[in-house]
Structure formats: C-alpha cells, structure tokens
C-alpha cells in the first residue's frame, strides 16, 4: 500500500463552490480536487460533491470544517497547475 494520494483537479466554475466532499462518508474534503481512484477513506467512487465554505460550516463536523481550512490553506501555497481566467486589463 503506497501512502501517495493522486488527484483529479477540479477547475473553478463561475458560480460553483471550490471545496469537494465525500458524501459517503462525510469526513474528507478536497479543495478544488478529488481524491483518486476513490475516497482515501471509504472507498467510494464519485462520491465528492460540490459546497461552499459556509454550507460545510453549516452542517459539517468540527474535523471536517477543520480540513476544509487546511485544504484551503494548502492550495493557495501549492502552485495551481489549473490556469483561471484573468481579469484583463
Ligand atoms: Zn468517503
């Protein structure tokens, strides 16, 4: 068993919420990608759905709005291999 998790990463929609969590199992979630081939924890497959911060702060467990941070956190110090669009200028 190899500890390397391997991502999908999920390009930010206009108006779709950037975290993915696992619906199966309700405690991982991913910010602007999924884990693959399935869910590090349950094994689920396309069980990641789409929320926002606050909808995770509303109804999440104290863990998960934790890792939501942290994987917010994480992305914005990782240089983000998806381009987003540019205000031109
Ligand atoms: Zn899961």
């Known amino acids: 068993m190899s500890a390397t998790q391997s991502f999908w990463s999920v390009p930010q929609r206009a108006g779709e919420p950037a975290f993915r969590v696992c619906m199966s199992c309700l405690s991982e979630v991913f910010y602007l990608k999924v884990p693959m081939p399935d ?51």
């Open 39 to 89: 869910c590090p924890t349950c094994h689920g497959v396309s069980t990641y759905e789409a929320f926002t911060i606050e909808a995770i702060r509303d109804w999440g467990t104290d863990d998960l709005i934790a890792k939501a941070g942290l994987a917010e956190q994480a992305a914005s110090l990782e240089p983000v291999s998806v381009t987003s669009a540019k205000s031109a200028d």
